[in-house]
């Protein structure tokens, strides 16, 4: 009944309360309909308890043969059919929405999240992101549920009541109208303030999972700078503030509690009252007290039932309106899928007077112009900060060009849909993106489907055979199977960086990308990799960034950047003889190894 994974790529979540929930309420109406339906049936079937037994009580009193007419019906009725009214509306509660709803909710947050630029994932946390992802599902399933089985069971509740009071006696009716115009102040006062103290809860709870997240992320900096100290105190703090604001979001509830206390102490007792004085004038037969008492008495509990279950709705209110500000955060007009794909038929990479600037950085690239021929190697060459990686990120779109086009073949990569753009592209990054999942999944992430054959292959050519059939993990799994830690802790810098190598040449795309792809590689060991290499890249399209100069010395054209700008450019011995900012990185570079080997040579 409800499609819990949908196909739902294109889908934007609403990023206001009111529209997030109807997003959710329009998929599930029909289980949602019916929950209503079958509570409205199942809180007009118990108003009509106390009026049976009234019924049974007064046919009594006026002799067995009225009973036996209508009792065996009456008494089938509610053994029966109450009771599978009932089943039925727990039915559809559990099973179509409290168990479903969360998983939609939590697919659906998860596929819009995963369309956002990496501009959005660089701003936030993504453990905190992850628990959003995580909590808003049950917050907004626990809400629902609630507002269509206690809310909605009330209302029905008190509106048959105040029905079978009134067609009692009208008199019996104003207790109960007057209840309700109390109840609904009460309410209109105060849900306004649990609304704001959930609010400010869910916050806080933000506030100290960000905080716990970032320290359990980094341990091991706050264990070598004995830092577990301070970092207590920072937690401590949190979760202080954090039960403050729970302490006032149970203040304001337990007022509440106490003021309704009251409201149906009046209510109960002047329905007594009445009732008695109605008795005493001849107006109430006694069998109605067994109506009438029951009736209120009932829906002064469900209030209170009700009030019980504010502060949960409301915090979990709280939950969704902080999740959404993450989670539902409109799609960028770039990362919609709004192009074409990308057909290749040439890997020629241009760059056409391209400029970019962070916008919260005064760090950018300006007026890059270069262009890649098919099956060439191009490298990029500079200091830190210079705008190598940028070009990179813009190639892949993961940032959009402010001005300046960039384009593959003859077509722009602005007009073609990122997943065809990057399925061109195989990437090993600077940072080594490691899943905690074992080493053939993470090498076959770059081709699902691979064969072991293929896989092996891939990591024979990246150097990482060796050591990946020595892995052995905590679960006794070996080699291939091992897994290998969140981001790949359980490795060195270099085994991470020939995984993620071994996982791009599993890819095998026609344009390679290498930023930094073996600065963790000691001299030696590089130079070996690039020897087996070698053939692997011939006719791809590459681009490497490198900072040891002699990896990239047979590259076809290499760029130096400073400052964001292209300062030189030319091949290795071309740059040499311009004797400018490229020689003087060459000469740097090799007096410092050579004084580096004369050092171990002494030795």
């Known amino acids: 009944m409800v499609d819990i994974t949908p196909e739902s790529d294109e889908v934007s979540l609403p990023p206001d309360l009111k529209s997030f929930y109807l997003f959710f309420i329009r998929q599930t109406w029909r289980p949602l309909a019916a929950i209503l339906l079958l509570g409205t049936i199942t809180a007009v079937i118990d108003t009509m308890i106390p009026a049976a037994i009234a019924y049974f009580i ?176 920072f937690i401590r703090e949190g979760l202080r503030e954090h039960n403050q604001t729970y302490q006032a979001l149970l203040a304001q509830n337990s007022i509440f509690s106490s003021l309704l206390a009251f409201l149906n102490g009046a209510l109960i007792g002047s329905t007594l009252g009445l009732s008695l004085w109605l008795a005493g004038k001849g107006e109430v037969e006694p069998s109605q007290f067994a109506l009438i008492i029951p009736l209120v008495w009932h829906i002064a509990s469900a209030s209170v039932n009700v009030t019980q279950q504010l502060s949960s709705i409301f915090e979990n209110i709280g939950v969704v309106q902080e999740g959404i500000r993450s989670i539902a955060r409109p799609i960028p007009p770039e990362n919609k899928n709004t192009q074409t794909p990308l057909d290749l038929t040439d890997t020629s990479i241009k760059f056409d007077r391209v400029s970019f600037r ?82 053939l999944d993470n090498i076959r992430f770059g081709k699902p489907g691979a064969s072991l054959a293929e896989v092996q292959n891939a990591a024979s050519l990246a150097g990482a055979c060796e050591f990946i059939e020595e892995l052995r993990d905590n679960q006794g799994r070996c080699g291939y199977n091992a897994h290998i830690g969140e981001r790949g802790v359980k490795l060195s810098g270099g085994q991470r960086q020939r995984l993620a190598l071994a996982r791009a040449l599993l890819k095998d795309a026609p344009i390679l990308i290498l930023d930094e792809a073996t600065s963790s590689l000691d001299v030696l060991s590089e130079a070996g990799l690039r020897k087996k290499l070698e053939n692997h890249l011939q006719g791809k399209s590459v681009i490497a960034i490198a900072h040891r100069i002699e990896t990239i010395v047979g590259y076809d054209e290499i760029l130096v950047l400073k400052d964001g700008r292209i300062v030189e450019r030319g091949a290795h011995a071309d740059l040499l003889a311009h004797q400018g900012t490229y020689h003087a990185m060459w000469i740097e570079q090799s007096g410092r190894r050579a004084g580096s080997d004369l050092i171990v040579s002494s030795e």
Not at 158 to 170: E, P, Q, R
Not at 363 to 383: C, K, Q
């Open 58 to 233: 007064r046919t009594s009193l006026n002799g067995a043969n009225q009973l036996s007419s209508y009792t065996i019906p009456i008494i089938v009725f509610f053994v029966a059919f109450h009771p599978a009214v009932s089943t039925l509306h727990r039915l559809f509660t559990n099973h179509a929405i409290s168990a479903n709803l969360p998983t939609l909710v939590r697919w659906q947050s998860h596929t819009h999240i995963a369309r956002q630029p990496i501009s959005f994932f660089h701003s936030d946390l993504s453990g905190r992101l992850a628990s959003r992802v995580l909590q808003t599902g049950p917050a907004l399933r626990d809400t629902i549920v609630t507002a269509t089985t206690s809310v909605w069971y009330i209302v029905v509740f008190a509106g048959s009541s105040l029905f079978m009071l009134a067609n009692a006696d009208l008199v019996l009716a104003v207790p109960v109208t007057i209840w309700i115009l109390i109840y609904t102040s009460l309410l209109a006062c105060f849900l306004p303030r649990l609304k704001q103290q959930s609010r400010e809860m869910s916050k806080m709870r933000s506030s100290v999972t960000a905080r716990l997240v970032d320290t359990y992320a980094n341990i091991q900096t706050i264990k070598l700078y004995s830092g577990a100290g301070a970092e207590n105190d």
């Open 358 to 439: 962070y916008p919260s950085s005064d760090s950018s690239v300006e007026d890059i112009t270069f262009v890649v021929p098919e099956g060439r190697r191009l490298a990029i060459v500079g200091p830190s900060g210079a705008g190598k990686s940028t070009i990179i990120n813009l190639l892949l779109r993961l940032h959009k060009a402010d001005s300046g086009s960039i384009t593959i073949g003859d077509r722009s990569i602005a007009n073609v849909t990122n997943s065809s753009l990057r399925s061109t592209m195989a990437v090993v990054s600077q940072e080594t993106a490691i899943l905690s999942r074992s080493v």
